[in-house]
């Protein structure tokens, strides 16, 4: 039997210019306090109010299944400051089910406050909540990284389901500061450096980061259709914000673009158009 000798990898010849990182991050098994995921931020140089902001509704959503003996839980309406949820109880008859409602539960989404009319599952909803706030789960740091690249950064998915991303050359130190806060955490961050100039690499990072662009683009149209009368001045002025930041995008990623560019230009133009029309159109219906 022989035994094939494999090729040594090729060092990327000193200079090479990077078009940017392709990543994915893990945290299996990972358990932190809050008060040490809020270190771990403000250590890595990191905003530690992402963890602060995810607490109460994120929480709340695992002290559920701990609550959900015998009784189904359901969000059944949310506003800015509070989640409200139906207590259902479930029991068997013979050959069937009966379900009668137990109680309205409000979460105060920003002290995570909980309030229901049964004092005693009032007081075990908040020991259940109170506990699963103090402990962060992989899950809960997920949605920090998240959080932060959204604010900081930009991520293009580079396959439908999501977890590997490329991240522009631009966010390499701030994606350096997101390694270490994992790290600290015990999660871990993989990171795949792209090299410009290569047929296959050139072509997928144009799909990835055009991709991505028009989806975003697709969501302010979607948004623009979905306002009405009801639409409030402020909802109106978000949304032509967001069409401006992601204007902004296109030009500032144009080397990534290549013949892309000119789609996404026309696609912003017409959000921007739709969106005008609307406004337009909300200002002359009669109050």
């Given at each position: 039997?022989t035994?094939a000798?494999?090729?040594?990898p090729?060092?990327?010849?000193a ?6 990182e392709v ?8 358990a932190?306090?809050h ?7 403000e ?10 902001e995810?607490?109460?509704?994120h929480a709340?959503?695992?002290?559920c299944k701990r ?22 109880h ?5 050959d ?11 979460l ?22 109170d506990r699963?706030?103090a ?12 959080k932060l690249?959204?604010r ?7 396959r439908?389901q ?13 994606t ?5 806060l994992?790290d ?9 450096p792209?090299?410009?100039g290569t047929?296959e690499?050139?072509?997928?990072v ?20 979905s ?5 409030r001045?402020d909802?109106l002025?978000r949304?032509?914000?967001?069409i ?7 030009r500032?990623?144009?080397?990534y673009l290549?013949?892309?560019r ?10 921007e ?7 337009e159109?909300?200002?002359?219906v009669p109050?």
């Open positions: 039997m035994t000798t494999l090729p040594l090729v060092p990327a010849p200079g090479t210019r990077l078009l940017g990543l994915a991050w893990a945290c299996p098994g990972a932190v306090t008060a040490a995921l809020v270190r771990a931020l250590d890595a140089d990191l905003d530690p109010g992402v963890a602060r995810l607490a109460p509704r709340f959503t695992r002290a609550l959900s003996d015998q009784r189904i839980i359901r969000p059944v309406s949310e506003d800015a400051t509070t989640v409200k949820f139906q207590f259902t479930e029991s068997r008859e013979g069937h089910f009966e379900y009668t409602v137990e109680t309205m539960l409000t105060d989404k920003q002290t995570g406050a909980v309030t229901c009319e049964l004092p005693g599952l009032a007081t075990l909803a908040q020991e259940e909540l699963c706030i402990a962060r789960t992989g899950g809960d740091v997920t949605r920090v990284v998240q690249f959204e900081q950064a930009d991520l293009f998915p580079i439908p999501g977890g590997c991303y490329f991240c522009p050359a631009v966010h390499a130190g701030f350096d500061k997101v390694q270490d994992l600290r955490v015990g999660g871990r961050l993989l990171r795949f792209v090299p410009a047929p690499g050139d072509r997928s144009t799909r990835a980061v055009a991709d991505g662009l028009a989806a975003v683009v697709a969501e302010h149209r979607a948004a623009v259709e306002f009405g009368a009801d639409t001045d909802t002025r949304a032509a914000e967001k401006r930041v992601t204007k902004f995008k296109v500032a990623y144009a080397e290549s013949g892309e000119d789609r996404l230009d026309r696609a912003v133009a017409a959000a158009a739709e969106l005008r029309a609307k406004v159109a909300l200002a002359a109050a």
